[in-house]
């Protein structure tokens, strides 16, 4: 089932992001976040059966796909490329949503990458081979996906599956479903960011139709930040 964000959710979504390598989004910057719009932020949970491929079929992701696609990062040809054609870069992305790094890296951080310092750590840790645990009283979370509008244009950030939940069609499910809520609202398009070296998650988001443009991505950050950062 794909459902909105409730807060009992946060610990097993920070877990499916950090165990697909993504930036864990803290408390705080979600609260700041979800102020608008907080039907845009999406949970499947793990009950929602996975679908019995046709014989013959091949399976939604391939076996190359990464757990994460959406945390975050362009589909663009260069760093800091913007992905969707549209050559928006996004003026009403809520603040305090970059990653550590200041730039909002969208649908690709690499699976193996650590959750840089800064953020969260989630309480409930995946582990190898099995599901993400639910938060209490919910049914365990399969896969997130964040969503914002700013009134002229939607961006997608943070598409993270379970890894033990790969190859389901979850992804392209909470992707479906973002879209949808998109169009309700009268969004004309969506934009996204793919880091350039995750191949995976550009052959994702292209078989779904979001095409890479020749945009570069400016940041500038508005508060002090660590060395790290």
Not at 161 to 190: K, M, N, Q, S, Y
């Amino acid at each position: 089932m794909i459902r909105t964000f409730d807060w009992d959710d946060y610990d097993s979504v920070a877990a499916v992001w950090a165990a697909t390598g993504a930036d864990v989004l803290s408390r705080a910057e979600l609260e700041t976040k979800l102020t608008r719009d907080p039907e845009l932020f999406l949970v499947a949970v793990a009950d929602d059966p996975a679908p019995s491929p046709s014989p013959g079929s091949s399976p939604t992701s391939s076996p190359g796909t990464p757990a994460g696609l959406g945390l975050d990062t362009a589909v663009g040809a260069g760093p800091d490329t913007a992905a969707s054609a549209g050559h928006d870069t996004p003026t009403g992305t809520a603040p305090n949503i970059a990653a550590s790094t200041g730039h909002d890296t969208t649908t690709g951080t690499a699976p193996n990458t650590a959750a840089s310092t800064g953020h969260d750590t989630p309480t409930t840790a995946a582990s190898a081979g099995h599901g993400i645990a639910g938060g209490a009283g919910l049914d365990a979370v399969a896969g997130a996906i964040l969503g914002t509008w700013d009134g002229r244009r939607g961006w997608i950030f943070r598409l993270a599956v379970d890894p033990a939940r790969r190859r389901e069609g979850i992804a392209t499910r909470l992707v479906h479903e973002l879209e949808a809520r998109f169009e309700a609202l009268g969004c004309p398009r969506i934009n996204l960011l793919v880091m350039p070296n995750n191949e995976a998650g550009l052959r994702f988001w292209q078989r779904h139709g979001y095409l890479p443009v020749p945009d570069v991505l400016c940041t500038k950050p508005l508060q002090p930040q660590s060395p790290e950062e």
